[in-house]
Structure formats: structure tokens, C-alpha cells
């Protein structure tokens, strides 16, 4: 795996709407890690980007810039990279964790793609895992903790918090995707060719690998995904990045399927068995939709053609035509909880869970090792006019 070696000759697929995949035509994920081409103009703006990162970073770290304590714990869910390496499941799975242990967590996010004052996908779908647990979306994610303390949560779980240094975290989780490490997915040209390792723009890197130093558990996701070789060679270079540190392994495991009725938004269960041998049509807004394709193979579907949009895209009805009519139409729970009408008709929904190979032993000892304050802790602090 070469740092920052090569490029894209392709932008990240923001702009490319309602791609369709044919099972005649090839089949390639979206954005394209391609040798060359006009991207490597992109190399100063990136170069730039990475500078203003670390600097950033140094200045958090000798505390120039002050970071802001809530009166509870917080843990942080996060990745290098921009795109998707399961952040909601990973938020679901500590989530779950929390509630097991008796504790009264909180969701705090940012809510992209949420828009006057609505929720987004990833906070549907997590309220309907979770809707006993309060899920505050704000940009300002110190405000957003400490109002969630105000609702009575003492710990609070902040999806997407790995760059969003002004709210200090008591544990911080790390995802690496083993199919996209450093964002991108492998370039087409072959297996032996190394991921491209770049900062955005011209890559998906939102921080160098070096920042893995600050992180206190890493994991691996759809570690199942790669070759032994090839995940062993990744968890070398984690270790280096992040010596001393937990590096746990997972797996995103299909663990229900959803129909949808004929009538209004609710949906029956229906065995994931159902899937095998079955031809059918999928759309994913999603950061990974190659995943979700492989997904729908491994359980035995064969997926006739594959609508890929946008990360967190809002669907107009017209997008969706034509799915669904000849074939049983598939898509992801957030997906799923994106539409706000114009369903395709015999939709059916994957549901996933995070589920670990390795390393889960470690995690949940980092979880119950949290500093949880109570109310009588936050009475005194708010007496003595410690900073909330």
C-alpha cells in the first residue's frame, strides 16, 4: 500500500445522479480510483489540505485551540476518510452496548443532508433501532452534547466526531474499511494495485493515517471482504500508524430482510433465504454501494441492475421508475429511510449489523471503563461553575 501515489481520473461521484449498472454491462463502484488523468491537478489543493489538517491537529494538541468538556461521557465514532465504513452501525453496536450496561446514552451528529429541521437518514434509521434514546443533530456538536446532558444522558455517543475536536472525548473509535482503507476503492487495472492514499480534494482523506495516533480503539470493517494477505497487511500499517492501540476486525452481516407492504410504510419480515436464486433491482445512496452489491450476491441474489447515487441523496419519484415492475427491487435500511413517498413497488429491505472477529473483548472493556458522571456530579460542577 503506497502513500499518496496515485490519483483518480475520476471526481467522487456527487454529481453522477441514478448511475445504472446492467448485469450485461461491467459492473464498476463509484468514484473510480484511476491512474492519471485531470485529477492530478488536484495535487496542490490536496498537498494544501493536508497541511491546514496537521496544523490543525498540532494546534488542538498543544491547545491553542481549546477543547470543551460536557458534565458526561463522551465517546466519538469516526474514520479518516470521507465516505462510508459503517459509522451507523458502529454507532448502533455502542449504542446497544450502553443500554446492556444500564446506562442512558445519547446520539449527538451533525445531520447531513437533514433540511428544515427534519431528521436524516442515519438518525431515522437509529431511532427506529433505538426509540427510547435521544438523537440531538447540530452542527455545533459541543451545544448539541450538552443539550442531550440536559435531556438526562450521561453518556453521549457523537457519530462522525473524529475531526470535531472542539468536544472532548473520553474514547474514540476509529473505522478503516478493509475494501476502501484510504477512501477510494482499488483501482480497476487489478488486485496488486495500491489504494490510492490522498487528501481530499483529489482523494477521500479527511486526515492523514498518522492522525490513527489518537485514536483509542480501531476497527477494521468488512474485514470478511479482502484476502488474509491483504487484511494483514492493512492491520501491519495500522499498527504502525497506531502503535499500542486495540485493532479490532468486523463484519457487516445481513441479519434481516424487510418487504414492504402494498399500503402505507410498514413492513413484514421475511427470511434472508428468500434471496438465494432470486434475480432483482437495487438503488443505494450510500458511501459504499459496491458493499451493498456484494452483500446482495453473497446472499445469493443476482442483481439485474444497480441505481447508485450520491451519499445521503434525497430521491425524487421519477428516480426511481421502472425499479421494481419486472423484479423484486432491493436497498439499505437507510436508504429505506430516506423515502418520503414514491417507494418502488415490491420493495424489499437488507438490514446489517456490525458484528466483530476480533477485538470486541477490547472495545467493551474501553466502554466500561468510561468515566459516567451522574446527576449528583452535575449539580456540583454547575454549583461550582465548571465550564458545561
Sequence with gaps: MAPDSAGSSEAPAASRVGRRESASAPRRELPLAERGGWVELLRAPAALFGVVARVRSGLYRRRVLPSYDVDAAVVSVGNLSAGGTGKTPMTAWIVRALLERGLVPAIVSRGYGASDGASNDEARMLHELFPTVAHVSDRDRVGAAQRAVDQGADVVVVDDGFQHRRLARDLDVVLVDALRPFGLPRPSRGTQAPHVEAMLPRGLMREPLSALARADVVVVTRADRVDASELDALLARLRSAAPGRPIATAVHAPVRLRARRPVGDNYEDRPLAEL???????????????????????????????????DHHAFAPDELRGLGTERPVVTTAKDAARLAS????????????LRFLTGEDELRAALMSLPVRGPDHRRAALHGGVHG
Design 276 to 310: 438465494a436464486g432470486l434475480e432483482v433491482d437495487a438503488f443505494s445512496g450510500i458511501g459504499n454501494p459496491g458493499a451493498f452489491e456484494a452483500t446482495l450476491r453473497a446472499l445469493g441474489a443476482t442483481v439485474v441492475e444497480h441505481r447508485v447515487f450520491p
Design 342 to 353: 414514491g417507494a418502488p413497488p415490491h420493495m424489499l429491505v437488507v438490514d446489517v449489523e
